[in-house]
């Protein structure tokens, strides 16, 4: 039975006009009404044992969703964005480095975790993006355990190494975590929810029962402010606090220049700490033209909170990716106090902006998937800082142009961490562009390389179309390489391409 408001009721068959606020809130009642009963209909096709923990975990999705209903465009009053305040960014250069017989306590207080939802199908790999190899046959999941064994060596410490998984790289990151098990390293790990797309037009499940793995596209893990609630029903939140833990420090398991930094430690936990506690700490840093989409610090109702692009009013997005206006960027490396956490789930104040994203799939069918982004939670805790810290934390490899980065020269590997030549004259990566057609998928890429070019003096590489690199190449300055439709550039071995522009068609051929 449709719930209709009595004032409505009284006006007998006469129809609300469909643009009233009356109408629409009639239609989100019952929007929502059609959904949890969908949802109750899905739960009644799952055994009984299963069923209390998905009914909790659906619970939230109703919750969700019932709050994107209440949405009105972007959730954001351009206009109540207040200037950040002079002590809302600390400068990462301005932190102490702790003592060396204080290092094995502070990391005793320490949980790393690393977002690992996600999976390699963007760059044409099968399983979880966390398997890909990125250096010496490494992956993100074997750089990562190495950095913290390392540390678990160097100081005698107990760090343990958390993953949140999603239905999509959970079974096969639980066969290639036992590879560690003689490795110096505990490895806890956890799934984040498994929420039901929904149709765009009629705004209901597009599953037709509860069984995932029939029909993955039904289903979608709901973003990484997730992370928080799944974190708790785990258990481990519980755990860690138990054990005296403080802190966790949480980023994307594909960002290799997110690790655990001593001296943000030894601010949080260490000599330095403040007398009241920082419950969330943001590392920022300074916002070149290639980061206009990214996040970064507003200061509103007097608290300091994350500004999405998504959030931002159709007007005002210039001023959003201004670099002058907003200096920063968020780089989704996040501490933050365990105890505080427990505390904005308990006391219910956890309260993240939705980010409604809209799919077609393979079918045809258009969906949305409600999402929430971790570092929006920023708003709801004490003490919330950001540091910006330098470039070189946040190394994402999001496409095959990131691959060729960090494959490269202009790295060392170091105990799993990716250190910058001393040979490169300035600290910023270069600019590199390869087209989407011939290099996007990384078989394809390798493939085009002989082995990966000596880049130490590079600014900017643009690469377009059918393009081979042989041996021994080096690139200086700005290199741009484009081979038209039917054409193919063979770039020769143990070629120096400094500063030049190089198109048309060049075979080599072997004789």
């Known amino acids: 039975m449709l719930d209709v408001p009595q004032e409505a009721k009284m006006r007998g068959h006469q129809r609300a006009p469909s643009d009233s606020k009356e109408f629409h809130e009639v239609t989100k009642r019952d929007a929502l009404r059609l959904l949890e009963n969908d949802v109750d209909r899905l739960l009644q096709t799952t055994e009984p044992a299963r069923r209390p923990a998905l009914q909790a975990e659906m619970g939230r999705f109703a919750d969700l969703f019932g709050r994107f209903l209440q949405e009105e465009g972007p959730a954001l009053d351009w206009n ?6 002079e002590n809302a960014v600390m400068n ?14 502070m990391l005793d207080k320490l949980v790393v975790i690393k977002l690992n939802g996600g999976l390699g199908t963007s760059m044409g790999c099968h399983g979880p993006k966390s398997v890909i190899p990125v250096r010496s046959d490494l992956t993100f999941l074997d750089l990562t355990v190495q950095q913290i064994e390392h540390l678990n060596k160097t100081y005698d410490a107990n760090v343990p190494l958390v993953l949140m998984n999603s239905f999509n790289t959970d079974e096969d990151t639980e066969k290639i975590v036992r590879k560690y098990k003689g490795f110096r390293v505990q490895i806890h790990t956890f799934n984040q929810s498994c929420f039901p797309r929904i149709s765009r037009e009629h705004f209901l499940p597009v599953a037709k029962d509860f069984d ?13 402010g997730d992370f928080y609630d799944t974190f708790r029903n785990s258990g481990l939140l519980k755990k860690f606090i138990g054990e005296g833990r403080e802190y966790c420090f949480l980023s994307n398991i594909d960002n290799l220049g997110a690790t655990v930094d001593l001296n943000i430690l030894n601010k949080l936990v260490g000599e330095e700490r403040a007398s009241t506690p920082f ?3 943001m590392e920022v840093t300074d916002k070149t033209r290639a980061d206009v989409k990214g996040g970064t610090l507003i200061q509103m109702e007097n608290k300091l909170r994350l500004l999405e692009i998504a959030q931002v009013p159709p007007e005002h997005v210039d001023d959003f990716k201004s670099v002058k ?3 920063f960027f968020n780089t989704n490396n996040i501490w933050a106090n365990l105890s505080a956490i427990d505390r904005v789930l308990r006391e219910r104040t956890l309260n993240m902006e939705i980010i409604v994203n809209n799919k077609t799939l393979e079918n045809g069918l258009r969906v949305i998937q409600l999402e929430t982004a971790v570092g929006a939670a ?38 799993g961490s990716l250190v910058m030549s001393p040979q490169r004259m300035f600290p910023t990566t270069p600019l590199v ?14 493939g085009r390389f002989a082995n990966i070019p000596d880049i130490i003096e590079l600014d900017h590489l643009t690469v377009s179309g059918d393009v081979t690199f042989g041996r021994g190449v080096s690139l200086r300055g700005t290199v741009i390489i484009i081979a038209n439709h039917g054409d193919r550039i063979d770039i020769p ?3 120096i391409l400094e500063n030049k522009i190089v198109s048309g068609n060049m075979r080599i051929l072997d004789h």
């Open 80 to 85: 109540k964005i207040q200037k950040l305040p």
């Open 92 to 105: 990462y250069s301005n932190l102490k480095s702790p003592k060396n017989e204080q290092i094995r306590n």
């Open 212 to 224: 995932v793995e029939k029909d993955m596209e039904a289903w979608y893990p709901p973003g990484h």
């Open 279 to 281: 419950e969330f700490v």
């Open 325 to 327: 206006t907003f200096k």
């Open 378 to 415: 920023m708003k709801c805790f004490d003490g919330a800082i950001g540091i910006n810290v330098p470039r070189s934390r946040f190394l994402p490899v999001k496409k095959s142009s990131d691959l060729l980065l960090v494959m490269s020269n202009l790295y060392t590997l170091k105990n």
């Open 433 to 446: 562009k390869l087209g989407e057609n011939h290099f996007s998928k990384v078989k394809e890429f390798l």
């Open 493 to 495: 071995a143990g070629a």
